[in-house]
């Protein structure tokens, strides 16, 4: 079992940048799969980005394709979400969740993921 805390959320004009992180305050994400999603008011739950237990980067090609990176590490047992040239509507709360699944499985289906976080909200003002 894992328990996830998302963080580095905030308030970021366009263009600017922020990083999110995931940290296990409970267990070890290192044979986890992670993957970041997000959902704005009114909005289904969206993928962003996952990165599998041996870092294999799963992105299905996207609105953040180029501007969002996925990164992990284990020693920290966090995971981490650099998103560069923010847009208004990258504004939504952001979670990730870990999933035991192997990396062939559908990393953006949210019905793959076991433990989820409690969310960080990101705002991006025009």
């Known amino acids: 079992q894992v328990q996830l805390v998302e963080s580095g959320g905030g308030l970021v004009q366009a263009g600017g940048s922020l990083r999110l992180s995931c940290a296990a305050s409970?267990?070890?994400?290192?044979?986890?799969?992670i993957g970041w999603f997000r959902q704005a008011p009114g909005k289904e739950r969206e993928f962003v980005r996952a990165i599998s237990w041996s870092g294999t980067i799963l992105d299905y090609g996207d609105s953040v394709k180029g501007r969002f990176t996925i990164s992990r590490d284990n020693a920290k047992n966090t995971v981490y979400l650099q998103m560069n040239s923010l847009k208004p509507e990258d504004t939504a709360v952001y979670y990730c969740a870990a999933t035991l699944a192997p990396s062939y499985r559908n990393y953006a289906n949210p019905q793959e993921y076991h433990y989820w976080g409690q969310g960080t909200q990101v705002t991006v003002s025009s």
């Open positions: 409970k267990g070890s994400i290192s044979n986890y799969g």
